[in-house]
């Protein structure tokens, strides 16, 4: 089973800064899909931003984007500029091209942005 | 359009009760999943429906677990003999189709609280 770990519970971050949240991932496959979720307090997760494998270019959303090194099965979010309203929990997730259909999520990172 | 929606938003019951979770998937989705969310912890994958059958039910915890989704949109999770240890958030997601390209969507979940 593929597993992905968060090693930073808290991050706080100034607004109009940037912050990089780390994810790294374990897995014996060689094409799957990585994801960013946002989970505010009220609970819906919603998508920041997705990254296919295969690819080399790591995917850019306005302020947000990654940093995938595929080799280091490393995958971090970077936002920019950050804003209040991006306070919020933080989870990666991993999920096979080839098998199964579930998404397999870290702990998560609670993100803390001050004004 | 309107998004996942899930009924009812908390539920609260007695360890040993019967409760029913609903999940009404975005219009034209035909995959389906359910994950539970513990405190502290990221979305666990609990059974995928494609269509109205379980493609996938590996997550579920044990027997007292079951869910349907008889005519291949709304979904109902269900429990029996509640134990406190079921205590958690439920969500649900749906997405286009099933393959690991289509994004997830979810809902706001449902709030499980066992006395």
């Known amino acids: 089973a593929q597993t992905v770990t968060q090693s930073q519970p808290e991050m706080s971050v100034q607004e109009a800064e940037t912050v990089t949240l780390s994810c790294t991932y374990d897995t014996s496959e060689s094409d799957y899909y990585l994801f960013w979720y946002k989970q505010p307090p009220s609970r819906q997760m919603i998508l920041v931003i997705r990254?296919?494998?295969?690819?080399?270019q790591n995917a850019t959303e306005n302020r947000f984007s990654v940093n995938f090194q595929k080799a280091a099965k490393s995958f971090s979010l970077k936002i920019s500029d950050s804003q209040l309203g991006d306070a919020a929990m933080y989870f990666c997730?991993?999920?096979?091209?080839?098998?199964?259909?579930?998404?397999?999520f870290g702990k998560g990172t609670s993100l803390l942005v001050t004004p | 359009g309107a998004g996942v929606s899930q009924t009812p938003s908390n539920k609260v019951t007695e360890k040993g009760k019967y409760v029913e979770l609903r999940c009404d998937p975005i219009?034209?989705?035909?995959?389906l999943y359910w994950y539970r969310q513990s405190l502290g912890q990221g979305p666990e994958f609990l059974i995928y429906f494609q269509g109205t059958g379980a493609a996938d039910d590996s997550g579920l915890p044990n027997d007292r677990f079951f869910a349907v989704r008889p005519e291949g949109s709304v979904s109902t999770l269900k429990i029996q003999r509640t134990e406190r240890g079921d205590s958690a958030v439920y969500l649900c997601a749906s997405s286009l189709a099933g393959g690991g390209a289509n994004t997830q969507y979810f809902g706001p979940g449902t709030r499980l609280t066992v006395l």
């Open positions: 990254q296919e494998a295969y690819k080399q």
């Open positions: 997730a991993y999920r096979s091209s080839n098998s199964g259909y579930a998404l397999n």
């Open positions: 219009s034209g989705h035909t995959a």
